[in-house]
């Protein structure tokens, strides 16, 4: 009887390990979605710089551990005369896995933002970092440059929520 139950124990554990690695196990490409909190700011070569606070939506699909294409449109928020009404753009994500539930990331891709006084398009860059909360959710912040003109420079910081399907 006690090897019976031992073997029964034995079996059970040996049987929840596998599901335990089973659940780890990704398979890709992995879809996702987020949204995010973005404070953005203008920063003017003349006149003064303005900043204000919006929504950004993210969306893409991880194609491996350490590669992802992903797609930003947001807007929102207006600081004396500049108001976001909308950028989107396309990028290219690299990934650094430091954990199984954290990472780093950089991005670069192309953006076009479009403020009431002016609208324009451009290369863009930025790093960020991501956070498992739980299997399918995580916690993330980056800081995007999304237009480098000689005019001026548009940066935004953010923070928000990423769910992966």
């Known amino acids: 009887m006690k ?11 040996f049987a929840a390990g596998i599901t335990g690695a089973q659940a780890q196990q990704t398979f890709y ?5 987020g949204g995010d909190a973005m404070f953005w700011e203008l ?18 699909a991880q194609i491996n551990d350490y590669f992802a294409v992903e797609g930003h449109l947001g ?14 753009g396309a990028y290219a994500k690299g990934i650094l896995p430091v954990a ?10 192309f953006t076009e933002v479009d403020f009431n006084i002016d609208r324009e398009s451009g290369f863009s860059y ?9 299997p399918n959710l995580s916690v993330g912040a980056d800081y995007m440059r999304y237009l480098d003109k000689s005019r001026y420079n548009f940066d935004a910081a953010s923070v928000g929520l990423r769910y992966r399907f």
């Open 75 to 88: 807007g929102g928020g207006s600081d004396g005369g500049a108001e976001l009404d909308y950028l989107i």
């Open 126 to 134: 930025g790093a960020g970092a991501e956070f498992d909360v739980a």
């Open 100 to 109: 199984p539930e954290f990472r780093l990331y950089g991005l670069a891709g």
């Open 29 to 33: 490409p992995q879809a996702y979605i």
């Open 43 to 60: 920063d003017r070569d003349r006149g003064p710089d303005r900043d204000s606070v919006g929504l950004r939506l993210r969306g893409g």
């Open 3 to 13: 090897t019976l139950t031992l073997a029964a124990i034995t079996t059970a554990l």
